[in-house]
Structure formats: C-alpha cells, structure tokens
C-alpha cells in the first residue's frame, strides 16, 4: 500500500498490487488491473520507488516473522 495525491490535493492510499500500468502525460496516469484510471500528482519514478521501498518492508517482514517462528517452534 502506498500513499499517493491526488490531483486535487486529496491524499489517499493504493493497493500497488493493482497497477497495471503508468503513463506521464505530463500528469502521471495510472492505469489499475479492472482499467480503471488514476490521475495522480507524484511523477512515475516516484510512485515506482514509493512501490519497490513498500514490497522491501514486506518482504523483510516476511523473512522476520519466519526466522522468529522457526526460533519458537
């Protein structure tokens, strides 16, 4: 989940998992799974760092929470 502004300043969150696709246009387009469209304020290389930095902390979450399990049982 990332947060992400939209044109008219209103912030809100997205499921990353649902994009499908960005266009800069200049505004950046995001183009979600069902084809829904988002016309967003952050440019694209943004909304891919914000992305990538969000599926990092997932993933060492992951990885915590199995060594922290493995360690009990």
């Given at each position: 989940?990332?947060?992400?502004?939209?044109?008219?300043?209103?912030?809100?969150?997205?499921?990353?998992?649902?994009?499908?696709?960005?266009?800069?246009?200049?505004?950046?387009?995001?183009?979600?799974?069902?084809?829904?469209?988002?016309?967003?304020?952050?440019?694209?290389?943004?909304?891919?760092?914000?992305?990538?930095?969000?599926?990092?902390k997932?993933?060492?979450?992951?990885?915590?929470?199995?060594?922290?399990?493995?360690?009990e049982?």
């Open positions: 989940m990332i947060w992400l502004t939209r044109m008219n300043g209103k912030k809100f969150v997205l499921n990353c998992d649902l994009i499908r696709s960005m266009e800069s246009t200049p505004d950046t387009v995001i183009t979600l799974t069902q084809g829904e469209k988002l016309m967003v304020r952050e440019d694209a290389e943004a909304i891919v760092r914000l992305t990538l930095e969000f599926k990092r997932i993933s060492q979450a992951d990885v915590s929470f199995s060594i922290s399990a493995k360690s049982g």
